[in-house]
Structures are given as C-alpha cells and as structure tokens.
C-alpha cells in the first residue's frame, strides 16, 4: 500500500470513484475541492459529504478567485447558456481555461507543505476534448510540479499525477466504483446546479448513459 495521496474532489462520479479507490491503495488519503464560480457550485456540498463519509485525514476547499472572472466559457459566465448536448471532438464551451494546470499546481502547494507524495485526478477517456483531461497534459504537468516541488529537491524523491482512469470509459469508472462501494446517491455531475439534474448537459448525458449501459437507475435521481 502506497503512503498519501491528495485527491481533487469535485462531487461527481468520477471524483468520487477515485476517492474510493484511493482509500483502498493508500494509506493516507486527502482530498482537496476548489470554488472557481461555476454556476454548479452545489457540487461542493456533495464533496463536503463524499470527503466525511470516505473519513479524508483532511479536506480542503480552496477559492480560485481569478477563474471567476474568466469570460467565455459556460461555466463560468453568467451570459452564455449551458450547452444541451453532448460533449464535441473538439474542445466544449465549458471549457474554462487551464483549470486543471490550476488545480494541480495548488493541490502541488500542498502536497509540499504536509508531504503528500501523490495527487490523484479523474481525468478519463471521454474527456478527452477537454485539453487538460489529455495524457499529454497529465505527464507535462507531473515533470513541472517536480521541477518545482520543494520537498523533491530536498528528499530526492517524487510527486505522482495518479490519474488511473485516463483509458477508462465512464461506464468502466461505474463499474469499478459499483465494486468499491461508492455512495452515487451523494454525488452530483450537472453542469446547470439544478436538483433535480437537468438531464440534458454533457455531464448528465454522460452520466445518464453509463448507469443505462449497466441497465441500472441513477440513485441520485
């Protein structure tokens, strides 16, 4: 069993899925959960309950001020819709910008401070239009937070990006979470924060589409 992780937590399936993987192959597990001004910021209330349920040696909720204000993407600003449709080949308008270099380089922060010597991403297949949900973006964001850590350059070791669903579909993740017992009824994947979930977003067809492909209902709805 490995020693720590930190694990970037939103409220979704796929957080949770590798929040309780986590629990099961290391022997520390934190988790870290960030407040950018997306419009589902309801999803952070289901993290507080996934991280005390999975008992996190400690949960973080950190404000990332300056993404807030980013214009552009649906997400995050006020003046374009969520799109009803699936994900495109190419990149969504809910992308918002470097958002996972971002959370990455501050889950990092604190990884130097308590010592943590993994953190742990959901990034999966599917995503894959996102840039920063890539491979590429995943080992080129590993080799800057080692060439930047601290505690690497004074212990000589290294800081792993834990990203075990990069090959994974959503419905691989269900079925994995399914077999470590993740709680789905307490995680939450709309991009509108509405409750009930809208049904129609990009994440809630995804979501919608695995539990159906496992001829399961969703136990959140």
Known sequence: MKKNIIVLLSGGMDSATLLWLAKKKFKEVYAISFDYGQKHKIELEFAKKLAQEAKVKKHLIVEVPHLKGIKGSALTDISIDIPTENYPDEPPITTVPMRNLNFLSIAASFADIYEIENIGIGVHSVDSPYPDCRAEFISSAEAAINASSIMVAKK??????????????????????????????????????????????????????????????????
């Open 156 to 221: 000589k070791n290294r800081i792993y990006v834990y990203s075990p669903f990069l090959g994974m579909t959503k419905k691989d993740i269900l079925k994995l979470g399914l077999e470590l017992g993740v709680p789905y009824e307490k995680t939450y994947s709309c991009y509108k924060g509405t409750l009930p979930p809208c049904k129609e977003c990009a994440t809630c067809i995804q979501r919608q589409e695995a539990f159906e492909s496992l001829g399961l209902k969703d136990p959140l709805i």
